[in-house]
């Protein structure tokens, strides 16, 4: 049978959504056209069109062949030569020849041969292959893989499946080639052999070795890397560092993919200066409950000759059903280590064991109806130096235990709003005895530990509509306190209730206005808040908790002074502020906001935190605050507090950022705080960070491809942070870092400088070499400059997998 020239000996048809509408509207006359009561068409997803065809879908797809001459027997083989083409789902193979037996589903390709299977390509010589179940080898190919855009070549390659291959002597790179007789790729995997798993994205090299710039570097007799973003059991790429309180370090992380949704990680780390820290990280993800893991422990710390050991924990669990408590939910987080200096000398081993205050919590919630209730545990280690009373830290107090309960209800009768809250504490603080020296006079160290019990009652009445508001508020605060011991003033237990009303009130303006050849819709918003509270001794009274709040637009339409609930300022105070912004009328965005607000003192304030005196000022000190983000690519942020009786500023921030694009990003923020109590010192600091393209500054601006794609082969970046106190003329952090990205490779530089005490810091040079789409060799730099530099971009963050229909053919 011969078809000279016959292109097909099956046909198929596809119409694309588009194609559907057009043949909708290109009725014939005389055809009725569909009423309006009738269902439109649906269009149906077809499984054929899937990244994955099903297994069921795809033992039902027919087979197409087409070439010059077709030839064979009906259901038994089928000859194709001359660009032979034979197609079947996702599986393209073309050769000079293809011979098809239907009975086996084997195609034997011969001369020229070229496979597509799901986006991945095969080239050369020879080919047998069963179709459906992918099972065959191939000889001499060379192949690309669509999901890194990897290449090699290969004496042969065996498919067990789909899904599986292995590749004999085989080599492995994501360097494209460029022109030229002598070109060799920057780096090259070579491999007895390279086993793919593709379902669960891994391949695996045996007799491998790394070359970079024609060296070889990593000689291994086994290697695993990955083909994705799937996570992987094996050995994890080294890192290292220098560091100058560890010397050079070494970790060499071990990954394992328990299941799904549970992985754990090994972190052996080998410090020339300490010796070896056993670091491990266990996750886990539940429908209802997720969790972390982590511990070090370094055992006979050459430097400081005693066993080192950290610990941290997270547990969050909603959905629960405990008997009697209905619904509820369970928060655990746990943080200890084992002496006052581990903060400062392992001070990345985890973000939350690098505080000086390590928080240990226990926290249950439930809910019944419109009340919501808390048990709580809190206990602090607070790690001090003893050398230094300067730089001590007075512990917060544990809360052990804590009972919470709440109530909100709200369109109740007339439009009245209610707030109730009930709260139990006992308080214990943990300053020991060789703390005492430190604190010789402090409330903390003299006053008893104690039972707290408060309650706060609260009604409202909103009054609101599109262009004003008023809100009236009433409250009760009445607390009772029981002794561990006696007080300073030999109070064994007391009481105190405080009332407060507060009226806030607030009107909108709005008009459309043209600014910088812009429209905008202007607002003006006017606020007045009024606070009456009267005087109820509270000075004699321990502190557990209460704090003196920031002055910020965030605190001054407040009813208290005080953070927490052992002090309720008394009041008689008028609020005034205003706020007007520009709006776009399309979208709503807000492009600037400009803000003041001041307080007028009827009253002293006579209730004060211990040590502290009564405020007297009739007028408080004025804020100002900006937001301007009038062009996507520039913004600003400010907020000044001034005082207008000595003409200077207590406080200023003022942040600027500069981002025109991918990878070009400057901050600035200028920080002045200036001390308010005699003896002390302000502080004054300016912190700077960027992500900019070298190669700008000789005129190479580079090709924008993308985030996560960089801006073309052989471009310099500048990375780096700088906190610097202006009052000390000194860095107080610095992180600085160059990046090269050679487009299949990247190579980065970090210092890196972290305060660790008012006369020490930590410091580490980190080098990285990041072979693109296989691993990343040398100390974590990446996470450094992530973790420091605001709105850091990768050079390489592929976030969407390519589809196989973008190599389909």
């Given at each position: ?5 016959n292109k097909a000996c099956g046909a198929r048809f596809a119409l694309t959504p588009v194609a559907l509408v057009a043949i909708s509207l290109l009725q014939p006359v005389g ?523 965030a605190t001054v339409y407040t009813e208290n002074a005080f953070g927490g609930n052992d002090r309720i300022a008394d009041n008689n105070l008028l609020t005034l502020g205003a ?160 990046e090269y990205d050679a487009g299949c490779w990247l190579g980065r530089i970090v210092v890196e400088r972290l305060q660790s005490g008012t006369e020490s810091s930590n410091k ?46």
């Amino acid at each position: 049978m011969h078809h000279p020239k016959n292109k097909a000996c099956g046909a198929r048809f596809a119409l694309t959504p588009v194609a559907l509408v057009a043949i909708s509207l290109l009725q014939p006359v005389g055809v009725r056209a569909q009423g309006a009561d009738e269902p439109a068409p649906a269009l149906k997803p077809s499984p054929r069109l899937r990244e994955n065809i099903p297994a069921p879908v795809r033992n039902q797809l027919p087979t197409f062949v087409e070439g010059d001459v077709v030839r064979g027997r009906p259901d038994l083989e089928t000859i194709v030569e001359g660009d032979a083409e034979l197609r079947r789902g996702d599986t393209v193979i073309r050769a000079r020849r293809i011979e098809y037996n239907q009975a086996d589903d084997l195609a034997r390709a011969v001369g020229d041969v070229h496979i597509n299977k799901a986006g991945n390509i095969f080239e050369g010589p020879l080919l047998e292959l069963k179709v459906d179940a992918f099972e065959g080898f191939f000889s001499q190919p060379s192949y690309r893989f669509i999901r890194n855009d990897a290449y090699g070549q290969a004496e042969r390659v065996d498919f067990a499946d789909e899904k599986h291959a292995v590749i004999r002597n085989a080599s492995y790179t994501t360097c494209q080639r460029k022109p030229g007789p002598s070109w060799m790729p920057d780096w090259i995997l070579r491999a007895a052999s390279i086993s793919l798993d593709q379902e669960e994205e891994v391949g695996q090299a045996k007799g491998a070795v790394l070359s970079f710039k024609g060296v070889p570097i990593l000689p291994v007799p086994s290697l695993s890397f990955p083909l994705g973003d799937t996570r992987k059991s094996g050995v994890l790429p080294p890192t290292f560092g220098l560091d100058n309180r560890s010397g050079f370090e070494t970790t060499l992380p071990y990954y394992w993919n328990i299941a799904p949704n549970r992985d754990a990680t090994l972190y052996p780390t080998l410090m020339s200066k300490r010796g070896v820290d056993l670091g491990a990280e266990f996750r886990y993800l539940e429908p209802s409950y997720d969790g972390m893991v982590r511990g070090n422990y370094l055992p006979g710390d050459r430097l400081r000759h005693m066993d080192r050991w950290g610990f941290a924990a997270r547990h969050s669990q909603g959905g629960l059903r405990l008997p009697g408590l209905g619904a509820s939910s369970l928060a655990l987080n746990l943080n200890r280590v084992s002496d006052d200096d581990y903060w400062r000398d392992f001070s990345r081993n985890s973000a939350s064991l690098t505080q000086r205050l390590l928080r240990n919590e226990g926290v249950l919630s439930w809910g019944w109806q419109d009340v919501s209730m808390t048990a709580r545990v809190l206990r602090w280690q607070t790690l001090q130096d003893l050398t230094n009373a300067s730089t001590a830290i007075i512990p917060p107090y544990n809360r052990s235990p804590e009972f919470t309960a709440r109530q909100v209800r709200n369109n109740l009768w007339g439009g009245l709003e209610t707030y109730l809250e009930a709260d139990y504490t006992h308080f214990t603080h943990s300053i020991t005895d060789p703390l005492q020296a430190l604190f010789p006079t402090t409330p903390e160290a003299t006053q008893p530990n104690g039972h707290r019990t408060y309650a706060l009652m609260q009604v409202s009445r909103p009054w609101q509509a599109p262009g004003w508001f008023v809100i009236p508020k009433a409250q009760v605060h009445s607390r009772y306190y029981d002794f561990d011991g006696r007080t300073a003033f030999g109070q064994g237990s007391a009481s105190v209730t405080v009332p407060t009303f507060s009226l806030d009130s607030g009107l909108v303006f709005e008009r459309s206005t043209r600014l910088f050849g812009r429209d905008f819709l202007q607002t003006l918003e006017p606020r007045a808040f009024y606070v009456y509270t009267p005087f109820r001794d509270q000075n004699r009274l321990p502190n557990y908790d209460s704090g003196l709040n920031d002055f910020s637009f965030a605190t001054v339409y407040t009813e208290n002074a005080f953070g927490g609930n052992d002090r309720i300022a008394d009041n008689n105070l008028l609020t005034l502020g205003a706020a007007t912004r520009l709006l776009d009328p399309n979208t709503g965005a807000e492009a600037a906001r400009f803000a003041v607000a001041q307080r007028v003192r009827f009253k002293d304030q006579r209730v004060t935190l211990p040590g502290g005196t009564p405020v007297s000022e009739r007028l408080s000190d004025i804020l100002f605050g900006a937001s301007v983000n009038l062009v996507p690519k520039w913004s600003a942020d400010t907020t000044i507090q001034f005082n207008p009786k000595t003409r200077q500023s207590i406080r200023e921030t003022i942040g600027v950022r500069y981002n025109p694009g991918n990878y070009r990003v400057v901050t600035a923020a200028y920080r002045l705080q200036r001390s308010l109590l005699p003896g002390l010192q302000g502080s004054e600091q300016l912190d700077v960070g960027w992500q900019w393209p070298l190669n700008d500054l000789w005129g190479d601006k580079g090709r924008d491809l993308g985030p996560g794609m960089g801006q073309g082969e052989g471009r310099w970046y500048s990375v780096g942070r700088l906190n610097v106190s202006l009052r000390d003329k000194r860095v107080v952090d610095g992180v600085l870092g160059l990046e090269y990205d050679a487009g299949c490779w990247l190579g980065r530089i970090v210092v890196e400088r972290l305060q660790s005490g008012t006369e020490s810091s930590n410091k580490r040079i980190l080098f990285q070499l990041e072979f693109v789409g296989f691993s990343r060799l040398g100390s974590n730099a990446l996470e450094a400059l992530k973790e420091n530099i605001p709105r850091y971009q990768f050079l390489r963050e592929r976030s969407v997998a390519p589809s196989r229909f973008s190599n389909y053919d």
